[in-house]
Nanobody, 125 residues
Framework: QVQLVESGGGLVQAGGSLRLSCAASIRTFRTSDMAWFRQAPGKEREFVASIRWWSATDYADSVQGRFTISRYNARNTVDLQMNRLKPEDTGVYYC???????????????????WGQGTQVTVSS
């Protein structure tokens, strides 16, 4: 059974930093594509960042240069370092996994078969 557990969310002032972590219980983690999405109140879930099993990364334009996604295969974790946070970064952040190496775009939610419960990030102005 695949399980994804996010941690590291919280309340931070604009300009501050947070580091999210996702612990994945996936037997084939090393060959799984991983991603972070977020959902703000009243809005649809949106792509934030992804990292392929071979470590290629993609970022949403809105976070490029401020966020960094990393994976640690020895620990089955994927982290999202968030710097220079803005109030518009507020939302629930979800970790997602695709163990099947689906050829769909890494930026699209349907690619990912498994999702965590989410962790709240609130950025105050």
């Amino acid at each position: 059974q695949v399980q994804l557990v996010e941690s590291g969310g919280g309340l931070v002032q604009a300009g501050g930093s947070l580091r999210l972590s996702c612990a994945a219980s996936i037997r084939t983690f090393r060959t799984s594509d991983m991603a972070w999405f977020r959902q703000a109140p009243g809005k649809e879930r949106e792509f934030v960042a992804s990292i392929r099993w071979w470590s290629a990364t993609d970022y949403a334009d809105s976070v490029q240069g401020r966020f960094t996604i990393s994976r640690y295969n020895a620990r089955n974790t994927v982290d999202l370092q968030m710097n220079r946070l803005k109030p518009e970064d507020t939302g629930v952040y979800y970790c997602a996994a695709d163990p099947t190496q689906c050829v769909q775009l890494a930026t699209t939610a349907p690619k990912y078969d498994y999702w965590g419960q989410g962790t709240q990030v609130t950025v105050s102005s």
